[in-house]
């Protein structure tokens, strides 16, 4: 009997050696005699585990990990006789992290052959694409509103208006462009579904060309991903050769093509305009809004623009799930959320769950604290333009208004633990110097604004003047947040402002001190 | 393993562009197609991009110094990035590229003078539930603590 064994090829298992893990496990089952069949997956997103892998058996695939290239001989003598191992994790599926979360766009992320369609279709795959060639593009829209979506980049904007807008703007062309450009720092979302289950974003995006009128389609996706790269090209040549992309899909009338295009390393390129200028080969300097892309978006044409993770949401929406997704969250956030828990975390990883569960669950009871040990001092949400939060804002609940009600965002749903030997001061000094260089330099409050940010911080971390430099700061962060045009300036006050609001006193003397002490 | 580059040669550089200019929006696909045979982006290839594309010169420059991407000349035999962005600073990176810094004798974004090594920061890899990460000629390497910056670091001085 041949053993099914599942290895990810996820970058992040790979960084900590999947590779050398299979090639281990290959030469120890010829060793040994014994056949067996190797599955490059993507990852469960257990990341503290990784490289985890999987042995197919009659009651559900059996975890091993962390596992090294050291432990492949034992681990696979522990598959075959079926016996007890130190890195014996059990039943995949019954694993707690994994067991609390509520996968609906991850559901087939490190189960499935990412390059395989078969394998896909097999997990529900194309069911939801199915379904829409079968309605008429009002009744998709309808569906897609329903389930409440909002842009998972970020900016939240409701899906189904976006989409509506583009469907009824009339042109020669349309197009579908995903925002794969996942910059923010403690984000991994795209890249992992890219890497697990890129058919799923291929379907997202091909029921929003059928919903829209739209033909071509284009994923922009980050230099840094070369792993994406490589599984979402891998995907598009499996999908064309099964149909699902060019012309005629499935048998309809509707004819769809998609491309990957690389960016390269401009961090400012997330920003949708400056993406779509990138994508038409020029500089990724921001255009100013209106015209909304959905109206003049790529070579002036009408554009849906969505995040990986939008796109990744629909075809679970249109396989008849638009209620059940809506039906989880809280207020006017609905649906799920993938959160990430990275940096100085015991348990870091993806876990996707509905939103309202709140920051404090998140960083201590799935997250589980530090891995240093140290206390948790500050968490930063949403990438290098989100808040830092203290543990007195741990309450806020995972939704897109009250973390702006708190001068926070979401943004793409990462967070990033610090302990308590992090520097806010130090923080809020990179905050800017991060704004300074991946400035598009169009509009002038980020251009100059940043490189003065770095300049004042610099002053009130030598001491040179801390009040009135204090002031300074909270100046040019407020002509930052009105004046910029996108959202790097806009937001770059974030991290800077929370920093100096939670954690004054990294910043010198507090104003209140000096004056008792004058 | 060290990424190996043909030497510039403007029939060849000529190929490359040809391949390409039928694209949407050629100019990013096209620059990265010389660096990727050239290691860089030569300078004699810009106004033959600019004359392919029926761009200017002036624009084919703009874009190719817009991206941190493109470079003006020939990394080191091996380029090892190192992500700087706060996941990894939160989890020990900065200490780490400091002792890289002074393991090579070089700052950041700067090469050895005996071109071995090209030291780079990188504003993340993705790999941040395994931080600090690092990349060395296109692998991917996470969990880092000093023994494992230690080899990364002699592995790129090879």
């Known amino acids: 009997m041949s053993l099914r064994i599942?290895?990810?090829?996820?970058?992040?298992a790979v960084a900590v050696g999947a590779d050398e893990l299979a090639l281990a496990l290959g030469s120890a089952a010829s060793e040994r005699g014994v056949e067996i069949e190797i599955v490059r997956t993507g990852s469960r997103g257990l990341y503290w585990l990784e490289p985890l892998i999987e042995v197919a058996t009659p009651q559900g695939r059996v975890a091993f990990g962390p596992a090294t290239e050291a432990d492949a001989k034992s681990i696979l003598d522990a598959m075959i006789s079926d016996g007890p191992h130190p890195l014996r994790l059990g039943i995949t599926d019954e694993i707690p992290w994994l067991k609390r979360q509520t996968r609906l766009t991850f559901a087939r992320c490190g189960v499935i052959d990412p390059r395989s369609v078969e394998d896909y279709r097999a997990h529900d795959g194309y069911k939801g694409l199915e379904r829409a060639l079968t309605l008429t593009s009002d009744a998709i829209l309808a569906d897609v509103t329903a389930s409440g979506l909002r842009g998972r980049g970020g900016a939240g904007f409701p899906t189904g208006i976006k989409w509506k807008t583009v469907a009824q703007t009339s042109a020669d062309q349309k197009y579908i462009v995903c925002n794969a450009d996942e910059g923010d720092s403690g984000t991994f979302a795209d890249r992992m579904i890219m890497e697990g289950d890129p058919f799923v974003v291929i379907e997202g995006m091909t029921i929003a060309g059928i919903t829209v009128g739209a033909t071509r389609g284009y994923i922009y996706i980050r230099s840094e991903y070369p792993h994406a790269v490589e599984a979402m090209n891998a995907a598009i040549s499996a999908a064309k050769r099964s149909g699902y992309l060019g012309a005629r899909i499935g048998g309809s009338a509707h004819s769809f093509d998609l491309e990957v295009r690389v960016g390269a390393g401009a961090y400012v390129c997330g920003e949708e305009t400056s993406l779509l200028e990138s994508l038409e080969g020029r500089r990724g300097i921001v255009r100013a809004k209106p015209p909304l892309p959905a109206h003049k978006g790529l070579f002036g044409k009408p554009t849906v623009i969505n995040n990986v993770l939008s796109f990744a949401a629909i075809p679970f929406i249109l396989a008849g799930g638009a209620k059940a997704y809506a039906d989880f969250g809280m207020g006017r956030s609905r649906g799920t959320m993938p959160i990430q828990l990275a940096g100085n975390v015991k348990f870091g990883g993806l876990f996707e769950v509905a939103f309202g569960i709140t920051l404090g669950e998140l960083v201590d009871g799935v997250g589980g604290g530090t891995f240093t040990g140290r206390p948790v001092r500050a968490v930063q949400v949403g990438g290098p333009l989100g808040a830092y939060f203290p543990r007195a804002l741990f309450d806020t609940p995972f939704d897109y208004e009250a973390f702006a009600a708190r001068d926070g965002l979401i943004g793409h749903g990462g967070i990033v633990v610090f302990d308590d030997s992090v520097d806010m001061a130090k923080q809020a000094r990179f905050a800017m110097e991060f704004c300074a260089i991946e400035s598009c330099g169009k509009c002038t409050p980020c251009r100059i604004g940043s490189t003065r940010g770095v300049e004042t911080i610099d002053k009130i971390r030598t001491g040179n003047r801390v009040p009135e430099n204090i002031a300074v700061i909270?100046?040019?962060?407020?002509?930052?947040?009105?004046?910029?045009?996108?959202?790097?300036?806009?937001?770059?006050?974030?991290?800077?402002?929370?920093?100096?609001?939670?954690?004054?006193?990294?910043?010198?003397?507090?104003?209140?001190?000096?004056?008792?002490?004058? | 393993m060290a990424p190996v580059y043909e030497p510039w040669d403007a029939t060849r550089g000529a190929e490359i562009i040809a391949k390409h200019t039928q694209l949407e929006g050629a100019t990013l696909v096209i620059l990265h197609a010389l660096q990727e045979a050239f290691g860089y982006v030569p300078e004699p290839a810009i106004p033959m991009i600019a004359h392919a594309l029926n761009l200017s010169r002036a624009e084919v420059h703009g874009v190719f110094t817009f991206y941190h991407d493109f470079r003006h000349k020939p990394a080191g035999r091996h380029v090892l990035k190192l992500c700087r962005a706060e996941a990894c600073q939160a989890a020990g990176g900065d200490a780490l590229a400091a002792r890289a810094e002074a393991k090579l004798g070089i700052s950041m974004g700067n090469t050895s003078a005996d071109q071995r090594v090209t030291l780079e920061p990188i504003y993340c890899l993705g790999l941040c539930a395994t931080a600090p990460s690092a990349m060395l000629d296109g692998r991917v390497v996470g969990r880092l603590d000093e023994t494992r910056i230690d080899a990364l670091v002699a592995e790129a001085q090879r």
């Open chain 1, 474 to 518: 909270e100046d040019l962060c407020n002509t930052m947040k009105f004046g910029s045009l996108c959202a790097l300036g806009g937001f770059t006050p974030y991290p800077v402002m929370s920093a100096l609001t939670h954690f004054r006193e990294d910043f010198g003397p507090a104003p209140t001190r000096l004056q008792a002490a004058e």
């Open chain 1, 6 to 12: 599942f290895v990810p090829r996820d970058a992040g």
